[in-house]
């Protein structure tokens, strides 16, 4: 095993437990029929309407049993009327992921679709809005984590609002880490998951969205489990419609807890951008590159870098997981150029210097090394 007991987690998400969240699995046995675990559900989508200020009141927070991507098809399902147009705007693997949900559910789309190096396209957005009326929605990811871009959705919201189309966003890799300007950029509903900002454990995730929208239209979910609407109903009344992931919500709630008590996503957000700086810096002192040419355009949650000459991915990932550092290759094409580094969950910078020190050490003693 490890010569260290922590297990550092720089994938983007499962992220490494705090001692707390963790503890909160083992509180008592609970059914969810009872008052206790309406209690506990009232408390947690409470919470998650005041991470961010704008969204308390106006919002509410749908509670799913799944992945981030239950919560992401589930809005998609939900709000994208049967008989409306979706325009998914992408550059990466999540923002397709949400055309391929679209395909799946029979709903008719757009793709706008950058290489996934690039920013999105701002000028096809417009051309599209302006030549098809039919378009209801806009859908796009707030922090591709393909590559750790965070995507400029104030600029999009502008060309949104000029044609007055709201915005679905995949937040599921930003909510509780980014800023969200929920009424500026028109986000009339956000999916997000317990275990990536938010630092809670898989099993949980949750859809936060205006009240007005549940009055404004009938659900338009073509799958039951994924229904916003119902589980809404439900919710309000202290319900589940199906059995939720008990311990999950505990571990959440323990997770919102701390946000809170170490002063909320801005903090958090302050926190990630330091200790992101600090790889950043010790990468760039090795003459490892970023994989974005723009290193303004990541967020402060994650970072891309090119695989430097001479070290496969394998090699890294071998010398990094040996003194218990977990990271993850890019996605499809990019498997074989690049690596990412995230640093959400409980992660400070001594275990930043010890990776860096690390990679100092892999580089010595691989052929990468002797080529610098
Ligand atoms: C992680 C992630 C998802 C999918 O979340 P799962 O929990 O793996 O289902 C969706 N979108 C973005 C932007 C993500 O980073």
């Given at each position: 095993m490890d010569k260290n007991d922590k297990l550092c987690?720089?994938?983007?998400?499962p992220v490494t437990l705090t001692g707390r969240v963790r503890d909160a699995l083992r509180r008592r046995d609970l059914c969810h029929r009872e008052p206790e675990y309406a209690a506990l559900q009232n408390d947690v989508r409470d919470r998650l309407t005041r991470?961010?200020?704008?969204?308390?009141?106006d919002y509410a927070a749908v509670l799913l049993t799944g992945s981030g991507t239950a919560a992401v098809e589930a809005m998609v399902d939900s709000f994208v009327p049967r008989d409306g147009k979706a325009l998914v705007v992408a550059n990466g693997v999540y923002g397709q992921r949400m055309a391929t949900m679209l395909e799946r559910h029979a709903k008719p789309f757009t793709l706008v679709c950058a290489e996934w190096?690039?920013?999105?396209?701002l000028t096809s957005v417009q051309r599209c809005l302006s030549l098809d009326a039919s378009i209801t929605h806009v859908l796009t990811v707030h922090h591709e984590t393909t590559t750790g871009r965070l995507n400029d959705i104030p600029a999009l919201a502008a060309v949104c609002r000029r044609y007055g189309k709201p915005i679905l966003l995949d937040?599921?890799?930003?909510?509780?880490g980014e800023a969200i300007d929920f009424r500026a950029w028109n986000i009339v509903a956000a999916a997000a998951t317990?275990?990536?900002?938010?630092h809670g454990v898989p099993g949980v995730s949750f859809v936060v969205a205006q009240r007005s929208l549940f009055a404004q239209q009938e659900s338009a979910a073509t799958t039951l489990y994924l229904d916003l609407f119902q589980a809404l109903e439900q919710q309000e009344q202290g319900g589940t419609p199906f059995t939720p992931a008990v311990q999950s919500v505990y571990a959440l709630q323990e997770a919102l807890r701390e946000l809170d008590a170490a002063g909320g996503w801005l903090a958090r957000n302050e926190h990630y951008r330091n200790l992101s700086q600090l790889v950043r810096n010790g990468l760039a002192a090795l003459d490892i590159e970023t994989l974005?040419?723009?290193?303004?355009?990541?967020?402060?949650i994650l970072t891309s870098f090119r695989l430097p000459r001479g070290l496969s991915f394998d090699e890294l990932f071998r010398g990094l997981r040996e003194v218990g550092f977990v990271i993850y290759a890019g996605q499809k094409h990019l498997e074989d150029i690049a690596f990412r580094i995230a640093v959400m969950g409980d992660l400070h910078e001594p275990d930043m210097h010890r990776l860096m020190r690390t990679f100092d050490d892999i580089l010595a003693t691989t052929s990468a090394g002797a080529l610098l």
């Open positions: 987690l720089l994938n983007p998400g991470v961010y200020d704008e969204t308390a009141g190096m690039d920013a999105i396209d937040a599921v890799s930003s909510f509780a317990a275990n990536k900002c938010l974005l040419s723009d290193p303004a355009a990541y967020s402060s």
